[in-house]
């Protein structure tokens, strides 16, 4: 080799010095003479300035800058033969396999894309083969025959009107407690006729009143639900503002009021009010739109109403609308009426083929619903209203139980529950299991009440599906955990749905058209 490659040779082996020999020869204040082949202390000897700095764990600065000068030495000066050589001598270092747990890799991204398209690739192809075998079944004029049979009566929408009985019934009860007129005694058994005429008034109209549809009659007692939560929680927080005024308090303390965000910078212009200077129309009003089902005297307020956020969530509110009707009529429909006759015949692979085939639709649709209901429609309402707690949901998709599952995709129910029933049990000395329980027997009695007194048939399916929830949620806590019990939940969400609908759809058939 000539004197200039040998001279060369120290300097290029110097600059592919490692960090951990650069940072020892720093730190005894000697000249770097210790190349990547000949470092003793590094286990794999060849291995490259790129592949240490990746797997590097100190956070010296000086080492890094001096990384950085060396790297770029290397891409200014040529490199000899010689080095090129000893870098091919060795090039395998200890790793693992980027799929292995070990690794600490975690960048899936490209899978989930991979799954994304396959996703959108296997519905294009079962939404194709729907339309080849059915044509277009995508009717707006049937849409509106599902809440109205005749264009001259509307009983859905003048029952829902009637609910405001109701609303000025518990507003001018809680007026006449707050002067004293009437005693608590009085007063409770006034709320209780109220609360309980507003769930037997609408679900004896829905059953006698023939004109009234399946659809209407769900939306009626759906929004006569929302009332029910309401005022309940109205009363409660009316009676504990008494309680505490009796007690010489001064406000209402977090103790007694929903939990709620921090107050923007822009509530200061919102006054607050204290008991009983609630008690007026536009408050009840305003509690009775606004997207919650817990009432407290000063809710949180956004400063302003943002018309593009406002314009954005009605977009979505319309075309997702539009998008559940067409799914419902083109995909769902057809695949729950081919399904009657394999119940009929009890023919079990059938059935089970069925159900499947309808898994995959019934799980969209109730997706879009959720986006739609949850997201687009409330904040729109919140927005309208200038309503600050915009906590409507959280991450339930990630839930590894069924209790998380339950807690976190509705907030405004589990807060209501919370607040007004559960906290009250334990207070009162309940066992907290028993607590829980009786906070699922509620919800499967709203969830029966809600579909069976619509279809005018009492079959209790939505009711024990609710129940069973109760040893689902025990065993997945007990058994799965991380997740395998995510994929418990989400397997309990992709066919328990369709079970349900298949039971009801086919005694609903059975008992009106099965002649």
Known sequence: MSDRAEMRGPGARQRRTTITGSVKQQANGGKSHTSAVGDKSMP?????????????????????RELGQQSAD???????????????????????????????????????????VMLVLSNARLFLENIIKYGILVDPIQVVSLFLKDPYSWPAACLIIVSNVFILAALYTERRLAVGTVSETIGLILHIFNLTSLLIFPSATVLSVTSITPVGGILSLGIYTVLFLKLYSYQDTNRWCREIRQA?????????????????????????????????????????????????????????????????????????????VGLIQQWMVPTIQNSMKPFQEMNFSR?????????????????????????????????????GDREFYRDWWNSESVTYFW??????????????????????????????????????????????????????????????????????????????????VWMSLIIGQPVAVLMYVHDYYILHYST
């Open 74 to 116: 290397k891409n200014s000066t040529p490199v000899s033969p010689v080095d090129e050589i000893s870098e091919g001598l060795s090039c395998h270092v200890q790793q693992e396999s980027l799929l292995s747990s070990a690794s600490g890799f975690s960048n899936y991204r490209g899978i989930l894309n991979w799954c994304v």
């Open 407 to 488: 807690a976190n995709w509705n907030i405004p129910v589990h807060k209501w529950c919370l607040r007004h029933f559960y906290k009250p049990m334990l207070r009162r000395g309940v066992n907290k299991l028993v607590a829980q329980s009786a906070v699922f027997l509620l919800s499967a009695f709203f969830h029966e009440y809600l579909v069976s007194v619509p279809l005018k048939m009492f079959r209790l399916w939505a009711f024990m599906g609710m129940m069973a929830q109760v040893p689902l949620a025990w065993f997945v806590g007990r058994f799965l955990n991380g997740i395998y019990g995510n994929a418990a």
């Open 44 to 64: 794999y000897p060849g291995r490259k300035t790129e592949v240490t700095a990746r797997r590097l764990n100190n956070n010296d600065g000086k080492a890094a």
């Open 248 to 324: 010489k308090a001064k406000r209402l303390t977090r103790s007694y009021s929903c939990p709620s965000v921090a107050q923007s910078n822009g509530s200061a212009v919102h006054t607050n009010v204290s008991y009983p200077g609630n008690l007026t129309h536009r408050d009840m009003y305003y509690f009775v739109f606004a997207p919650t089902l817990c009432y407290q005297l000063n809710f949180p307020r956004s400063p302003r109403i943002r018309k593009r956020f406002l314009l954005r969530r009605l977009f979505e509110m319309l075309f997702f609308m539009q998008l559940l």
């Open 351 to 387: 059935m089970v083929e069925r159900l499947l085939k309808l898994a995959v639709p019934n799980h969209l649709i109730w997706l879009i619903f959720f986006y739609w209901f949850f997201h687009s429609s409330m904040n729109f309402v919140a927005e309208l209203l200038q309503f």
